[in-house]
C-alpha cells in the first residue's frame, strides 16, 4: 500500500487469507489442489519477476494455512454458524490467529533465505504478516459461513424497513467517520468508537449475521480510507505503518466484540427455546395425568382441589381370573400385556371423551361428567363399556390368551379432586365411587352390571336383564339390572 509519503506498509487486512479460509470451512480439504493450483497462477500472473519456486511456495503457505485451521476446528467440535462463545473463541483462536502464526512463521523465513528480506526485520515482518492475515479470517469467514441462515432470519424480521434502515446509517456513519475527506475539518474529534452502537445492535437483533455484516462494512471502509491516505487512523498516527497497526487493532476489537455479542444472544435464546421445549414436556405430562381446569389450578398454586359434582357416572373394569395369568407369564410379559390392553382403554375412553381416573392394578377406572358437566355421561359410559367387552374379545383372540372382563357402573353425586403435596393424582370420593367397585366385584364375568340409579337414566335407550337382588357387602341388598347393549330404534314404515 502506497501512503503517499513513499513508504510502502502492507494492507490492514489480507482479504486472500479470509476467503481461503472461507472455502476450506464450507467446501471441505477435498478441494485443495484446485485452491493451490489457483492461487500459484493468480502468483504467477501479478508478482514482478516471480518464478515457479515462489508461486509454489505461495501455493503451499497459502493453502496450508487454511487446511490447519479446518483440521483445528474440527477437533474443537466447531459450530460453523458461530452461534455459542465457545464456537466464536475457537474460531478465533483455531481459525485465525494460530494458522496465521504458522503461515506468517513459514513465509518470513522464505523470504528470509530466498528473498531480499534481511533476518533482522524478521520480527517486525512476522507480526505484519501475521496480523493481516488474523484480519483478513476476521474480515471475511464470519460473513461467508452465516451469510445463508442470516438471509432467514432478515426475512423473518418483523419489520424489513428497519434493517435497511440501519444498514444506510452504518454505511453513511463508517464513510464520513473513517473514509471522508471533510470528516477532519467538520468533526475533529475521536469518533471512530461511535460504530460500535450500530455493530451491536446488528448482533443482538440479527445475530451472528448482522455482526458479520456490520463488521465487514465498517472494515471494507475503514481499509479504503487508509488506502486513500483518510481517516481517523492516518490523521492520528505518526506514520503510515502506526496508522496501519491502529487499524488492526480496531478491526480486531470490533469483529470479537460483534461476535461475541451475537454469540451471547445466541446462547440465551437456544437456552430460551429449550427451556420452552421443557416447559411443553412438563405440560404435556402434567396433562397426561390430570385434567386440563385441574392443572391449571394446580399452576395456580391452588393446593388443595376438592369439586362436588352433583350428577356423574363412575366405571370400574377388573380382568377376570388375574392371578391365573400371573402364574402363566413372566413379570415382564405380564405388564407388557396390561400395557397393551390398558392402551387401547386410553383410546377408548378419549373417544368416548372421558376421563380417565386411574388403573389399579388390573383395575381399570374412568368416569363421566367431570371435570366438565356433560349431560349425557351415562350414555356415555355404557357406549364406552359396551366397546370394552369388543376389544377385550377381539384381544383375546389375537393373543391366544383367554380375558375375561368385568364391568361395574353407578351414577350418583362424588367430590373430585386433588390432595396433598406428592405424586398426587386426580381422584374421586364418595359412596357414588364405592358402590360403583361394589357392582364390579360382585358382578358376572363378561357382563356389565349397573346400579337401580343407572338403569332408570339408561332404560329408555339400552337393552337390560333384571338381575335381581344381590347381597353387597357393606351395603346389603341392591337391586342390579345386566347390560346387554344399545336398543335399536325401529325404522317406521312410511
Known sequence: ???????????????????????????????????????????????????????????????????????????????????????????????????AIFSATFG???CCMFADMSW????TAWFRWWISNVTGVLFLVPLMLTWRRGIRRFKAFYFLPFILLWLALLLLLSWFILSSSIRMEIAPYPLEYLLFPLVIWGALRLGPAGAAIATAVVISIATWGITQNRGPFIAGAVNANQAVL????????????????????????KARADLLEEKEKSELLLLNILPHPIATRLKNDQATIADHF??????????????????????????????????????????????KIKTIGDAYMA????????????????????????????????????????????????????????????????????????????????????????????????????????????????????LKGKRRIPIESK
Open 1 to 99: 500500500m502506497n501512503t503517499g509519503t513513499g513508504h510502502i506498509v502492507p494492507l490492514p487486512i489480507w482479504p486472500p487469507a479470509g476467503y481461503l479460509q472461507g472455502l476450506v470451512l464450507i467446501l471441505g480439504a477435498r478441494f485443495w489442489p484446485g485452491f493451490a493450483l489457483g492461487d500459484m497462477l493468480v502468483t504467477l500472473a501479478t508478482e514482478e519477476k516471480s518464478f515457479w519456486l515462489e508461486g509454489l511456495f505461495s501455493a503451499l503457505n497459502n493453502t496450508l494455512q487454511p487446511l490447519l485451521g479446518l483440521w483445528l476446528l474440527q477437533r474443537s467440535r466447531f459450530d460453523w454458524a458461530l452461534e455459542g462463545l465457545s464456537a466464536v473463541g475457537a474460531f478465533v483462536a483455531l481459525g485465525a490467529v494460530v494458522p
Open 108 to 110: 518470513v523465513i522464505y
Open 120 to 123: 533482522m526485520d524478521f520480527g
Open 246 to 269: 491502529a487499524l488492526q487493532a480496531y478491526i480486531c476489537v470490533l469483529a470479537f466484540t460483534g461476535l461475541t455479542l451475537a454469540a451471547v444472544v445466541a446462547e440465551r435464546e
Open 310 to 355: 352433583a350428577e356423574v357416572t363412575v366405571l370400574f373394569a377388573d380382568i377376570v381370573d388375574f392371578s391365573r395369568l400371573s402364574a402363566e407369564l413372566t413379570p415382564q410379559e405380564l405388564v407388557a400385556l396390561l400395557n397393551d390392553v390398558f392402551s387401547r382403554f386410553d383410546e377408548l375412553a378419549d373417544r368416548h371423551q372421558l376421563e
Open 367 to 482: 368416569v363421566g361428567g367431570l371435570p366438565d358437566y356433560r349431560a349425557d355421561h351415562a350414555s356415555a359410559i355404557a357406549d364406552f363399556a359396551l366397546d370394552l367387552q369388543i376389544t377385550v374379545a377381539e384381544f383375546s383372540r389375537r393373543t391366544q390368551h383367554p380375558f375375561q372382563l368385568r364391568i361395574g357402573i353407578n351414577t350418583g353425586p362424588v367430590v373430585a379432586g386433588v390432595i396433598g403435596t406428592k405424586k398426587f393424582i386426580y381422584d374421586l370420593w364418595g359412596d357414588t365411587v364405592n358402590t360403583a367397585s361394589r357392582m364390579e366385584s360382585f358382578g358376572l364375568a363378561e357382563h356389565i352390571q349397573v346400579t337401580e340409579t343407572t338403569y332408570q337414566v339408561l332404560k329408555e335407550n339400552y337393552d337390560f336383564e333384571a338381575r335381581g337382588e344381590i347381597s353387597i357387602k357393606g351395603k346389603g341388598s341392591l337391586h342390579t339390572y345386566l
